[in-house]
T-cell receptor
Framework: QKEVEQNSGPLSVPEGAIASLNCTYS??????FFWYRQYSGKSPELIMS????GDKEDGRFTAQLNKASQYVSLLIRDSQPSDSATYLC????????????FGTGTRLTIIP | NAGVTQTPKFRILKIGQSMTLQCAQD?????MYWYRQDPGMGLKLIYY???????DKGEVPNGYNVSRSTTEYFPLRLELAAPSQTSVYFC????????FGSGTRLTVV
């Protein structure tokens, strides 16, 4: 069974520090990788997508992908209290239907 | 452009009742999905559709049915509601990335 695994946390990080979130996936043919942020009681919102090995930066967010090791990570620099949320890792393995397989999420708390 | 619209936002059902969760998108996306999310869990795919008239089962389809007669609408039908179907339901559509609806919080008592 195709799986996406995350540390459920909670992960507590001081304000201004770097938050590091990790995700591993089991399906080697996976091609597209996503990080979603979900505030309590809200729907997920896309914050990063990555398709190639290496780093991708967008503002304070950096996604890192290593297909050989089957892991993807998200770094949040200069963490803010507004970054406190659950972060969901998601993977597409089949471009024919673009089904996303989600991890269970990591709950992140930024401590002021 | 409203994106993905789900109704209702909240619903309480009694065991054995039926209901339809509505989902509409105005982005002309072919791909649409229904997920459920239980507390502390990720999203599990119930059903999906790659275009009007085409639907397929996801990871947890039992107890649900869908239809897709048009590109815009993708309703999810619950027959004979059970307590195990208490969850938050999200509809999404996709074109180079998912757009989620705001969710339906369903409680079966």
């Amino acid at each position: 069974q195709k799986e996406v695994e995350q540390n459920s946390g909670p992960l507590s990080v001081p304000e201004g520090a770097i938050a590091s979130l990790n995700c591993t996936y089991s399906d080697r043919v996976s091609q597209s990788f996503f990080w979603y942020r979900q505030y309590s009681g809200k729907s997920p919102e896309l914050i990063m997508s990555i398709y190639s090995n290496g780093d991708k930066e967008d503002g304070r967010f950096t996604a890192q992908l290593n297909k050989a090791s089957q892991y993807v990570s998200l770094l949040i620099r200069d963490s803010q209290p507004s970054d406190s949320a659950t972060y969901l890792c998601a993977v597409i393995s089949n471009f024919g239907n673009e089904k996303l397989t989600f991890g269970t999420g990591t709950r992140l708390t930024i401590i002021p | 452009n409203a994106g993905v619209t789900q109704t209702p936002k909240f619903r309480i059902l009694k065991i054995g009742q039926s209901m339809t969760l509505q989902c509409a998108q105005d982005m002309n996306h072919n791909y649409m999905y229904w997920y459920r999310q239980d507390p502390g869990m990720g999203l599990k795919l119930i059903y999906y559709s790659v275009g009007a008239g085409i639907t397929d089962k996801g990871e947890v389809p039992n107890g649900y049915n869908v239809s897709r007669s048009t590109t815009e609408y993708f309703p999810l039908r619950l027959e004979l509601a059970a307590p195990s179907q208490t969850s938050v339901y999200f509809c999404a559509s996709s074109y180079n990335g998912y757009t989620f609806g705001s969710g339906t919080r369903l409680t079966v008592v």
